[in-house]
């Protein structure tokens, strides 16, 4: 292991299909989290003391609505700060993120892109050749438009406009996926991903969006109040 390697960890919540992002500096051991799970909050404990990271960040993606984060909890255990991106108006942040915000750890920076679409707050975060996309970008698909002031119209200009001008060979991590699918490339997105590759027009896409005529999330009346409370459940 390099001085400086930036070390990369994948978790996954078998319950909700979620991706919980781990990366930190191999020197300074400072280190952030993206899009962490309540119920998960001990393992991601447990990793950050075994490792002795200093936790800077708990980055969230979008007001999830179908997992509570577990952000306050780790919050009051490591003081990182919570950070959301700015559109999506969560009090509790510590960092309200723009677009084309810069954060670092480490000797590492973490670009914003602010990607709404999904919801009306979606943040992509870019480092070091990877893009972790929440739901705005899943692996051969993306997250749903009708609900959340989400937008099918808007997200077909978040991922055209912000992700697909990323440069091919970046690695896609997004916060979900449904078929054991670990990770993805710009490239592969924009030649295969179903929804929006191939040069699909925007008429299209909102086509598909409209009639994919899906359930509600068992868990958004639950999750989506607390996560606007950083995880906190009263």
Request: with cysteine; net charge negative.
């Amino acid at each position: 292991m390099g001085e400086n390697n930036l070390v990369f960890r994948q978790m996954f919540d078998y319950d909700t299909w979620t991706y919980t992002y781990l990366l930190y500096n191999s020197k300074s051991k400072e280190g952030i989290l993206i899009d962490t799970v309540k119920e998960q909050v001990e393992r991601d404990i447990k990793q950050i003391n075994e490792l002795g990271i200093k936790l800077k960040y708990n980055l969230e993606t979008h007001v999830h609505a179908d997992h509570i984060t577990g952000a306050d909890d780790i919050r009051q255990r490591t003081k990182a700060e919570v950070v959301y991106g700015a559109g999506s108006r969560v009090p509790c942040a510590d960092i309200s993120a723009k677009d084309g915000e810069e954060l670092t750890f480490g000797d590492f920076t973490i670009k914003v892109l602010s990607t709404p679409g999904h919801t009306n707050g979606c943040t992509s975060y870019y480092i070091e050749g990877m893009v972790f996309t929440g739901d705005a970008m899943l692996i051969r698909g993306c997250g749903r438009t009708d609900f959340q002031d989400g937008s099918a119209d808007t997200l077909y200009e978040s991922v055209n406009q912000k992700l697909f001008t990323l440069p091919d060979e970046t690695l896609v991590y997004p916060a979900h996926d449904y078929k054991g699918m670990r990770v993805s490339t710009i490239w592969e997105e924009k030649k295969y991903n179903p929804r929006l590759g191939g040069g699909k027009s925007k008429p299209a896409f909102i086509e598909i969006m409209n009639n994919l005529n899906l359930a509600k999330p068992k868990r958004i009346d639950v999750s989506v109040p607390a996560n606007m409370k950083c995880g906190k459940i009263d």
